[in-house]
């Protein structure tokens, strides 16, 4: 007889989340009378999100496909650094990072690695002129959330090519852009109520990145520990 799959603790938490967060995001589009096609991608986003916990490369997959639906959402709320972000950059740069990640497989996850303290420097160093270049060119093309839409668009551009190469540093910058995130659509409640939704979801995804930042933790672990008994094997 086949065994029963056993689902953890963790994995009745997620689907229960994904449920709750569901079950919000649709009483406020209705509340808001948002349009269908507006809060699809957050429908797609919260099985990502489930993925994304898991350190699954078939995020990514899924994610670059939703990423084009982000693009004209994001337009339509003038979030113009966003939009360009999601169709230019998320919707490729996923698209590539589960190819390379299915490449790298290891179990349902990649093989993860960690930046240089070189590398670091010079990722900051890029950032903070990249940032400066941002809040000059923003208000230019009428952006109504200059600091919010670039901060929390140029990190996310950062933790895509860090997804991308598999350096387990992007977890945590997860975490920190997800706090952002957050206080984007915080910031636009007042003027755009309609967010709700959008801000019911980075919610949940917040607590996605918690868990994915510690799985991530436990399979680079995991890696090294193999990677060391293998030299030890490779020596004797």
């Known amino acids: 007889m086949l065994r029963k799959a056993q689902l953890s603790k ?50 990514s997959l899924l994610g670059s496909i939703n990423s084009l639906l982000y693009g004209a959402v994001y ?57 400066a270049a941002m809040w000059v060119l923003l208000p230019l093309i009428g952006s109504q959330y200059v600091f919010l839409d670039s901060v929390t668009n140029l990190l996310g551009i950062l933790i895509y090519f860090l997804t991308m190469f598999a350096y387990v540093e992007y977890t945590f910058l997860m975490i920190i852009n997800g706090v952002l995130g957050t206080a984007l659509y915080v910031t636009m409640l007042r003027d755009t109520p309609e967010t709700a939704t959008y801000l019911i979801f980075s919610v949940y995804s917040f607590i996605c990145i918690v868990f994915a930042f510690f799985e991530a933790k436990k399979i680079y672990g995991s890696q090294k520990k193999a990677e060391n008994e293998e030299n030890k094997e490779t020596v004797t």
């Open 10 to 59: 963790k994995d009745i938490f997620i689907f229960i989340l994904m449920g709750c967060t569901a079950i919000l995001i649709t009483v406020a589009g209705v509340y808001f009378h948002q349009s269908f096609l507006r809060i699809l991608p957050l429908y797609i986003s919260i099985i990502i999100g489930m993925l994304q916990s898991r350190v699954n490369r078939y995020a």
């Open 75 to 131: 337009f339509y709320y003038n979030l113009y650094a966003s939009a360009f972000s999601a169709v230019l950059f998320s919707f490729p740069i996923q698209l590539l990072t589960f190819m390379r990640w299915n490449k790298n497989k290891w179990q349902h996850s990649t093989v993860l690695r960690k930046l240089s303290v070189k590398q670091r420097i010079l990722i900051m160093v890029g950032y903070v002129i990249a940032l």
